[in-house]
């Protein structure tokens, strides 16, 4: 039999859409992908080829729990550099199997039973991570009408002295929103009133357009409680490396560590390697201006169709419009849609209670194929 904590620990909304994807595609349907979070693009040739020279090495081996010492001075020096962040790169960095298994360990190493854990609604999955460690989610809402800013007033409300864990999320999936100065001093006031740890999840950093990203770790009084997390998979396409780091003062990465070896013991030796690469260059560059493209074809695209409307997304690769008028129901109308019209989306309410009348809209995909799925999406509603 299951655990019972399983039962709380669904399938992803977003599989069941892939699912139905492959489906359609097995009888031949042409779909125009919007729904998946990765970048379309291939990595960058010399991180491919760092990874290749390593494998060529012999580099084949179990490395240090925390990861290979010239990767993590490389995101040491990141950090610093980027960031505002100033860590050890002996004790206080962590190389993991991606972001995932840096959210993980972190909250299954910090919270337990009758802890809260104060989570952006909506989000990304970190619901899994804080079932396993037997605490409670305590939601906070990332506000449309502040340009997806987290509503800090609606947060500070649900800390109480159970709060442990504040989770926040910059650039936003799947809002494509970004945390702007104001919101972070407010944020950061209410961790130190309420002396909560903070799991700042960082990872779409790279992909931003107008606007400067904050490290909450780098605020005043913010060092000691914040956990940054941070990865490969998007800014460099590199999903499938299995590559992602966390940086924590080390009295919050002991027990990570402690958990950390006993979940994948170390990231996998290549991508460590080519990871060394990937922090050596601007290989990110010309990707950033390809989104930075399809974000301003999407942003003019939702507003031509009547009822759609979001603010324009200034990082990650998301946009997360209302949908269009006419249509009651978010999920009703992605289904619709991709079994009639061939264009996947997500229903916002897979992220959260807040995603009621809202669809994610991933642009990681081409301007021609997201031109498509667009003309497709209006030619369905005119057919209704
Ligand atoms: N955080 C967020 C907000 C994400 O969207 C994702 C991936 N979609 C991750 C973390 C995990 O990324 P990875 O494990 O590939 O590094």
């Not at 060529?56 to 925390?66: A, F, I, K, L, P």
């Not at 695209?301 to 249509?327: K, L």
Request: glycine content about 8%; charged content about 25%.
């Amino acid at each position: 039999m299951p655990a019972d904590r399983m039962s709380a620990i669904p399938f992803s909304g977003i599989r069941k859409i892939f699912e139905e994807c492959d489906r359609l595609e097995a009888a031949g349907e042409d779909v125009v992908h919007l729904e998946i979070g990765r970048p379309d693009f291939d990595t960058p040739e010399p991180i491919k080829d760092a990874g290749k020279d390593a494998l060529d090495r012999g580099e084949v081996h179990y490395t240090s729990n925390y990861g290979i010492e010239p990767l993590r001075r490389g995101i040491a020096e990141k950090l610093a550099a980027d960031n505002g962040l100033q860590y050890d790169p002996d004790g206080e960095i962590i190389v993991t199997s991606g972001a995932t298994e840096a959210v993980f360990c972190t909250v299954v190493a910090l919270v337990g039973p009758g802890d809260e854990v104060l989570v952006p609604d909506p989000s990304w999955t970190y619901r899994p991570s804080i079932e396993t460690a037997g605490a409670t989610r305590v939601p906070y809402p990332v506000s449309p009408e502040e340009g997806f800013q987290p509503d800090v007033e609606a947060l500070a409300e649900r800390a109480s002295d159970d709060t442990e864990l504040l989770i926040v999320n910059t650039p936003h999936n799947p809002t494509g929103g970004m945390l702007d100065a104001d919101h972070a001093a407010a944020i950061r006031d209410v961790a130190v009133e309420h002396d909560l740890t903070v799991l700042s999840d960082e990872i779409y950093e790279k992909i931003r357009y107008d606007r400067d990203h904050v490290s909450l770790g780098a605020l005043d009084g913010m060092y000691d409680r914040t956990v940054t997390v941070n990865g490969f998979s998007k800014a460099y396409s590199m999903t499938g490396w299995r590559l992602g780091y966390l940086a924590a003062p080390e009295s919050l990465v002991d027990p990570i560590i402690r958990l950390r070896q006993y979940t994948t013991t170390c990231a996998p030796s290549i991508a460590q390697h080519a990871g060394v690469r990937a922090l050596e260059g601007t290989l990110e560059a010309p990707m950033v201006e390809a989104f930075e493209r399809r974000r301003d074809l999407v942003a003019d695209r939702i507003a031509d169709v009547p009822g759609m409307t979001c603010p324009t997304p200034s990082g990650a690769f998301y946009a997360f419009p209302t949908v269009p008028e006419g249509v009651d129901d978010e999920t009703e109308f992605v289904y619709s849609l991709l079994r009639e019209a061939g264009v996947a989306l997500v229903p916002g309410t897979v992220f959260g209670e807040t995603g009621t009348g809202r669809v994610r809209i991933a642009y990681s995909n081409s301007a021609d194929r997201i031109d498509e799925a667009f003309d497709r999406i209006e030619a369905w509603l005119a057919a209704r």
